[in-house]
């Protein structure tokens, strides 16, 4: 499959349908949710009209073929990430495989412990570690953001009390990419684990979790071309064997008695309830589509997206972006302040004109309060959109500045 985004575009049905005024669509906000090609749709019709047995639930002939299919979503997911099969574990999302982690190590952290994160954070990667602290007394420390919303690394903030570090592999508003591999040598070097949540990392980068050499990373299909529903935690196995279930029922199990239980190895000790097989091929799909366009072909083509972006919206007057202001370790989330403007009346706008963005504090609003906004709008990019495209954007934003006479 060559790079062609006109020819890509026509994979995904939703990009061809008009929006408000009989606009056609222009989608700029896959940080929230991708769009979906025919590809992985076709995937899940298919096991529900061919396939539909209970994955690891029968010996009959489509409880065999949901098995093999989810299996083999599993094998296809470490495959995309360069992890062993056996460390991979389908969640319902990133925020849930997060939970899951954050929960499992209660028994492991104590009073006097430290849990390190970032200002960048999603609230995804943010409260489940302030509960964590609160359960377990354990103090709480932050990196916190240079003014152009880079990570600020104090490595004095990395001690033989750290237990664990969890960061963002890209930030979901300025896009700034932190140097994980850096920072996972360090909490290493002081005997920490180290989480990434690379919801925001994965779609768009060439992940290799042998060469991060993190200990856990998290994130979900829904952003990356695939269904909504499915989440994956990949583990290093010894550090996911050291972990508790986090929930229990069936499938989990190895032996139930009246009087206990006890439980299977990973990844089945942390996936409770029948699989959710359709979702998973709809994921294999989706990483099968993007293993043919190349994720380093992905990367390129955004980094120039978010180069034109950057261009074009410096240009504007009164318009303020939130973050770096090159592509370099950047991914292409840009999100951006219009002097006068509330961001939400800048999204209403861009919508009327068919332009899909998000508008609000993103989830991350520390890292809104470090950058001195309380909200911003935020444009995302991804694998089929066009420069036209950054161009609309650009002119739906002057359009706003004189509608709402900015």
């Given at each position: 499959m060559?790079?062609?985004?006109?020819?890509i575009?026509k994979d995904f049905?939703?990009?061809n349908?008009?929006v408000?005024?009989g606009?056609?669509l222009v989608?700029?906000d896959?940080?929230?949710?991708?769009?979906k090609?025919?590809?992985?749709l076709?995937?899940?019709?298919?096991?529900y009209?061919?396939?539909n047995?209970?994955?690891?639930?029968?010996s009959?002939?489509?409880?065999?073929?949901g098995?093999e299919?989810?299996?083999?979503a599993?094998?296809t997911?470490?495959?995309f990430?360069g992890?062993?099969?056996n460390e991979?574990?389908?969640?319902?999302?990133a925020?849930?495989s997060?939970?899951?982690?954050?929960?499992?190590?209660?028994s492991?952290?104590?009073a006097?412990d430290?849990?390190?994160?970032?200002e960048?954070e999603?609230?995804?990667n943010?409260?489940?570690w302030?509960?964590?602290a609160?359960?377990?007394?354990a103090?709480l420390?932050w990196?916190?953001?240079?003014?152009?919303?880079?990570l600020?690394?104090?490595?004095?903030?990395?001690?033989e009390?750290?237990?664990?570090?969890a960061?963002?592999?890209q930030?979901?508003v300025t896009?700034?990419v932190?140097p994980?591999a850096e920072?996972?040598r360090l909490a290493?070097?002081a005997?920490a684990?180290v989480?990434?949540?690379?919801?925001?990392?994965?779609p768009h980068h060439?992940v290799?979790?042998?060469?991060?050499?993190?200990?856990?990373?998290v994130f979900s299909?829904?952003?990356?071309?695939?269904p909504?529903?499915l989440?994956?935690?990949?583990?290093?196995y010894a550090?996911?064997?050291?972990?508790?279930?986090f929930l229990?029922g069936?499938?989990m199990?190895?032996?139930?008695?009246?009087?206990?239980?006890?439980?299977?190895?990973p990844?089945?000790?942390?996936?409770t309830?029948?699989?959710?097989?359709p979702?998973?091929?709809?994921?294999a799909?989706?990483i099968?589509?993007?293993?043919g366009?190349?994720m380093?072909?992905v990367a390129?083509?955004?980094?120039?997206?978010?180069?034109r972006a950057l261009d074009a919206?410096r240009?504007?007057k009164?318009?303020?972006?939130?973050g770096p202001?090159t592509?370099a370790?950047?991914g292409g989330?840009?999100?951006?302040d219009?002097?006068g403007v509330?961001?939400?009346d800048?999204?209403q706008?861009?919508d009327?004109?068919?332009i899909?963005?998000?508008?609000g504090h993103?989830c991350?609003?520390?890292l809104?309060?470090?950058?001195?906004v309380?909200a911003s709008?935020?444009a995302?990019f991804?694998?089929?959109?066009s420069?036209e495209e950054?161009?609309a954007?650009?002119?739906?934003?002057?359009?706003?500045q004189?509608?709402?006479?900015?």
């Amino acid at each position: 499959m060559t790079f062609d985004v006109e020819v890509i575009r026509k994979d995904f049905p939703a990009l061809n349908r008009l929006v408000r005024n009989g606009k056609p669509l222009v989608y700029l906000d896959s940080g929230a949710t991708s769009q979906k090609p025919a590809s992985v749709l076709d995937a899940e019709r298919e096991f529900y009209e061919r396939h539909n047995g209970a994955a690891h639930r029968g010996s009959h002939l489509l409880s065999e073929e949901g098995t093999e299919i989810y299996e083999g979503a599993r094998a296809t997911v470490a495959g995309f990430i360069g992890a062993d099969e056996n460390e991979v574990v389908f969640t319902k999302a990133a925020t849930e495989s997060v939970n899951l982690v954050a929960y499992a190590l209660t028994s492991s952290v104590k009073a006097g412990d430290e849990i390190l994160i970032s200002e960048m954070e999603h609230h995804a990667n943010l409260v489940p570690w302030q509960q964590l602290a609160q359960r377990t007394g354990a103090t709480l420390k932050w990196f916190t953001v240079t003014p152009e919303g880079r990570l600020d690394i104090d490595t004095s903030l990395i001690t033989e009390r750290t237990k664990i570090v969890a960061l963002t592999g890209q930030s979901n508003v300025t896009g700034a990419v932190p140097p994980i591999a850096e920072v996972t040598r360090l909490a290493h070097q002081a005997g920490a684990l180290v989480l990434v949540d690379g919801a925001q990392l994965v779609p768009h980068h060439p992940v290799d979790v042998k060469a991060l050499d993190v200990d856990f990373l998290v994130f979900s299909g829904h952003k990356m071309l695939g269904p909504l529903g499915l989440g994956v935690l990949y583990g290093k196995y010894a550090a996911l064997e050291a972990l508790p279930p986090f929930l229990t029922g069936g499938d989990m199990i190895e032996v139930v008695r009246m009087e206990g239980s006890t439980f299977q190895p990973p990844p089945m000790r942390f996936e409770t309830g029948v699989p959710p097989a359709p979702e998973a091929a709809g994921l294999a799909a989706a990483i099968d589509y993007l293993g043919g366009l190349g994720m380093e072909n992905v990367a390129a083509h955004e980094r120039a997206l978010t180069a034109r972006a950057l261009d074009a919206l410096r240009e504007i007057k009164g318009v303020r972006v939130l973050g770096p202001d090159t592509t370099a370790d950047r991914g292409g989330a840009v999100a951006f302040d219009v002097d006068g403007v509330h961001p939400h009346d800048v999204s209403q706008v861009l919508d009327e004109l068919g332009i899909a963005v998000r508008a609000g504090h993103h989830c991350a609003w520390p890292l809104h309060r470090a950058l001195g906004v309380q909200a911003s709008t935020r444009a995302t990019f991804y694998v089929y959109n066009s420069r036209e495209e950054v161009d609309a954007l650009a002119d739906g934003i002057r359009y706003a500045q004189k509608f709402f006479g900015a």
